[in-house]
Every structure is written in structure tokens, then in C-alpha cells.
T-cell receptor, first 117, second 115 residues
Framework: DTEVTQTPKHLVMGMTNKKSLKCEQH?????MYWYKQKAKKPPELMFV???????INESVPSRFSPECPNSSLLNLHLHALQPEDSALYLC????????????????FGSGTRLTVV | DAKTTQPPSMDCAEGRAANLPCNHS???????VYWYRQIHSQGPQYIIH???NNETNEMASLIITEDRKSSTLILPHATLRDTAVYYC????????????????FGKGTKLSVKP
């Protein structure tokens, strides 16, 4: 299996809703990432997990809450979002090893297109 | 990580070689050059990466100048399916749990392959 699977593919939610985005990979990658991409802009890094621990939060508002329950799964919990949070949310994974530097590429999922109304 | 400069858009005729340039004049000695592409409404796709030497795989070739301040991605026989945004990214090797080496995207080049 060489894929990153994201569900759902499309999500419409109200500003008072709570929803979650899910990302799954079975390549044995121990680093996982969330990116946000607005229309006609490049992807922006939001969160980095290494070995199920959050290592980077790029000053993301607390209405976005990531979770890594195991080495294959990455969730993004959404609560009280604003219309400007509407975007394509991309998940990615890569190899990661303690006590080693690596230069592996990332594998991306197809994304969840989120619309906040 | 070093910044890159790419032309915002390029056209290429189907069947011809597409040569996409990238400037990275502030690249450090341990930083790699990566290329990704993103076809409309899909996730980015890894193409190729290199440090100093030219690299080739089944998708493309990467030519890095001797001073490493610029590079060119070559798609030898472009097809309509190669129409996408191409991102050149300079990136240090990833440190476990550290802030270095994460993939940071610039604006990219929108390549349009025309019949």
C-alpha cells in the first residue's frame, strides 16, 4: 500500500458544528503532516507529528485540534470554524527515524475540501 | 530553508520537452532540491530530488548547476496530463522531531501543455 487516504473527500459544516477529518497510511511512515491550501495558493504547513507526538504547530488557531491515535492514523478535529477556514486540507506522511537525518519525499493524500457556511 | 524563485507560468506543446527553471541562490550545502507537482484538485505528487548530481527517474530529469544556485526540471515528452503546478522546494534533511527539513511550498510554476 503506497497511498495516503483522506476522508471525507468533501465536507460542508456550519460555524457551530464539530467535525473531524481523517487520514490513514499503511506505509510504516512515522511522520505525518497536515497542510491547508486556499484556492490558487500553495499548501501551508499546519502541524507535524513524529512518532505520534506533535512536534510542530505552525501557530494554528485552537479551533483546529490535531490527534495522532496511532502510527497509521492522523485526525484533525474542527470546532467553531469560520468561513475563511474553507480550504483544501491535505494530509501527508514520510519516513522518520530517531537519531538520523533523512531526506525522504512526502506522500500526500488527495485532500478534504472543506466549506464552512 | 532557502527560498526559491520560479516563473509563475509556462506553456509547452504536447510531445515536446518541458524545461522548468528554478533559482535557489541562497541554498546551503546540506540542502536538497525537490520537485513536486499538483494537478488540479489533487494532492501534491513527488517527482524527483537531488543534492549535487543530475538525477533521472521514470518521470523526469533534474539538472542542478555546478554552483547549485539553480536547477531545471525536464519532462522529456510532455503530455496533456502533465498540466499542473510544479513546485521547486529547497529543503534540509529532516531532523527527527525537529523543525528543520519540513516541506515548505513556494508559489510554483503553472505549466500548461497544449495540443
Amino acid at each position: 500500500d503506497t497511498e495516503v487516504t483522506q476522508t471525507p473527500k468533501h465536507l460542508v459544516m456550519g460555524m457551530t458544528n464539530k467535525k473531524s477529518l481523517k487520514c490513514e497510511q499503511h506505509m510504516g511512515h512515522r511522520a505525518m503532516y497536515w497542510y491547508k491550501q486556499k484556492a490558487k495558493k500553495p499548501p501551508e504547513l499546519m502541524f507535524v507529528y513524529s512518532y505520534e507526538k506533535l512536534s510542530i504547530n505552525e501557530s494554528v488557531p485552537s479551533r483546529f485540534s490535531p490527534e495522532c491515535p496511532n502510527s497509521s492514523l492522523l485526525n484533525l478535529h474542527l470546532h467553531a470554524l469560520q468561513p475563511e477556514d474553507s480550504a483544501l486540507y491535505l494530509c501527508a506522511s514520510s519516513q522518520d527515524f530517531p537519531r538520523r537525518v533523512t531526506n525522504y519525499g512526502y506522500t500526500f493524500g488527495s485532500g478534504t475540501r472543506l466549506t464552512v457556511v | 530553508d532557502a527560498k526559491t524563485t520560479q516563473p509563475p507560468s509556462m506553456d509547452c506543446a504536447e510531445g515536446r520537452a518541458a524545461n522548468l527553471p528554478c533559482n535557489h541562490s541562497t541554498i546551503s550545502g546540506n540542502e536538497y532540491v525537490y520537485w513536486y507537482r499538483q494537478i488540479h484538485s489533487q494532492g501534491p505528487q513527488y517527482i524527483i530530488h537531488g543534492l549535487k548530481n543530475n538525477e533521472t527517474n521514470e518521470m523526469a530529469s533534474l539538472i542542478i548547476t555546478e554552483d547549485r544556485k539553480s536547477s531545471t526540471l525536464i519532462l522529456p515528452h510532455a503530455t496533456l496530463r502533465d498540466t499542473a503546478v510544479y513546485y521547486c522546494i529547497v529543503r534540509a534533511p529532516k531532523n527527527y522531531g525537529g523543525s528543520q527539513g519540513n516541506l515548505i511550498f513556494g508559489k510554483g510554476t503553472k505549466l500548461s501543455v497544449k495540443p
